[in-house]
């Protein structure tokens, strides 16, 4: 089953979005800084990264956790 993290700061969102993609495994986060908890907490790949356009760029360029495959 493929992994993908949804980020957006409103949690309705998150909720629909998860609903729509029920036969994926779904990882939510709130903002870029818990998406990059919660992904590098996770055990296995994460397929697909979906945001909305407000999120802090910066913040993924920065991290290491989307640096490549685990």
């Known amino acids: 089953m493929e992994t993908i993290l ?3 700061d409103d949690a ?3 909720a629909i979005v998860g609903k729509m993609l029920e036969r994926y495994r779904i ?3 709130l ?3 818990e ?3 919660v992904a590098t907490g996770h ?3 994460i397929h ?4 909305d356009a407000g999120a802090a760029v910066a913040s993924w360029r920065s991290s290491s956790a989307f640096s490549g495959p685990r």
């Open 43 to 45: 055990v296995g790949p």
């Open 27 to 29: 990882l939510n986060a």
């Open 48 to 51: 697909l990264l979906l945001t």
């Open 12 to 14: 309705q969102v998150l």
């Open 35 to 37: 998406a990059v908890r």
């Open 6 to 8: 949804v980020v957006d």
């Open 31 to 33: 903002s870029a800084e």
